[in-house]
C-alpha cells in the first residue's frame, strides 16, 4: 500500500504485511510464544535490536495487523491492541498518572471511565476533577499544579455533548499536559483528534471499529515514538493485551468501516429529525440537528453527525421504560456503534454506578434514552419506534 493512500484503501490494507503463503488476509498467529533462530537472536530480540516477535503478550503479528491499521487510520505512530475499551482507559491512566497527581476529565464519560478513578485510582493517591468539557473555561479553571492529563469524550457518552479539540490540545498544552481523546463514539472515520493536537487517543473497538457486537476490544493510538514505546511498555506489564482471535475478528469487522457508518449515520439523522417533531418527545440531542447546542462545532471538528442519539420524552423516565419495553426490532441493550439498533436507559444501566448528584451534574437525566442506530432499513428503525410510541 502506498504511503499517501486514502482513508477506505487504508481500511482495507494497512497493517497487512507479506507473510510465507501469501495470504490475502493476516491470518490468526494462534501462538503464546515464539522460538528464536539463536541465543544471540533472542538476545537481540530482547534488546529491542530485532523486531522478531518473544511472546504474544508482548506482541502477535496477528495484533500488530490491527494495530498498525488503526494507528495508520487514526494519524498516529503506532497503536496498542488491548483485551478491552476500559483497559485502554486504565492504561493510559497507569501510564500517566500516579501518587499526588491529578486529572480533569468530562463529566460526562463512559461510566468505568470516571467510576475507575473515584474507585480505585483514588486509592493510589490519583485526584480527579470532573467538569463540562464543552465550556473550555471550566476545563482551565480545573487545571492544578499538578494536572497530569485533560482526558475527554466528544461526543459524550450519553449526553452527546462535543468539546472543542482543538482548543482543549492549545490549553493543555500550554500547561505542559496531555490530552487523551476517547473517540469510540466517531470512529477514525468521522473524527481524528491526533490532526486536531490530541496526544493519544483510544477507542473501545468493541463498539464502531469492530462494528459487529461480537468481541469486545481496545485500542490505544500515539501521536509519537516516545509515548507509543512507553504505554506498549506499562500495557506488556500490565498485562491487557489483545488476543490474536480477538484481533483477527476486530480486524475483519474494521475493514467494512465506513461503509457501516455511512449508513448508520443516514439512518440516524432521519430518526433525530423524526424524533425531534415528535409530539411526545422533548428533547433531542444529535450533532446533525441545528437544535444541537454544539452544532457549528461538530461540523468543524467531525466529518459527519455519527450513530448515536439521546432524547427525552415529555414522560419523563416512565414514558422512557415503556417505550424500551415495548421496541420490537431495536434491541434493548448496552454497548453501542454494532450493525444492529440498540436502545438502553443510561441513569439505571451504563452510568448507574454514578451517583445522582455527579449524573443530574453531568446532564445524565432520568429521562435520558439512549439509541444506537443499526444498518437495518431506515423505514423498519422508524416503524418499530411509531408502534412502541403507541403505548407511550
Ligand atoms: C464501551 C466504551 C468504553 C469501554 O469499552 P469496553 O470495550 O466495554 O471495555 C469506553 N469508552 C466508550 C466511549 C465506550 O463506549
Known sequence: MKKDAKFNTKLIHAGHKPEPYHSVITPIYQTSTFSFESAEQGEDCFAGDSDGYIYTRLGNPT???????????????GGIAVASGMAAVTTIYMAYLGAGSHIVSSAAVYGPSRVVLEKHFSRFGVESTFVDTSLIDLVAAAIKPNTKLIYIETPANPTIAITDIVSCAELAHKHGILLIVDNTFCSPYLQRPLELGADVVLHSTTKFINGHADVVGGVIVAKTPEAHKFLYSVMTNMGGNMDPHQAFLVSRGLKTLSIRMERAQENAMKLAVYLEQH????????????????????????????????????????????????????????????????????????????????????????????FSVGIEDYEDIVEDIQQAFTYV
Open 279 to 370: 409530539p411526545k418527545v422533548a428533547w433531542v440531542l444529535y450533532p446533525g440537528l441545528t437544535s444541537h447546542p454544539q452544532y457549528e462545532l461538530a461540523k468543524k471538528q467531525q466529518d459527519g453527525p455519527g450513530a448515536m442519539i439521546s432524547f427525552g420524552l415529555k414522560g419523563g423516565l416512565e414514558a422512557g421504560r415503556t417505550l424500551m419495553n415495548n421496541v420490537k426490532l431495536a434491541a434493548l441493550a448496552v454497548s453501542l456503534g454494532g450493525v444492529e439498533s440498540l436502545i438502553q436507559h443510561p441513569a439505571s444501566m451504563t452510568h448507574a454506578k454514578m451517583s445522582y448528584v455527579d449524573k443530574q451534574k453531568a446532564g445524565i437525566t432520568d429521562d435520558l434514552v439512549r
Open 63 to 77: 495484533t500488530r495487523a490491527l494495530e498498525d491499521a488503526v494507528a495508520s487510520l487514526e494519524g498516529g505512530v
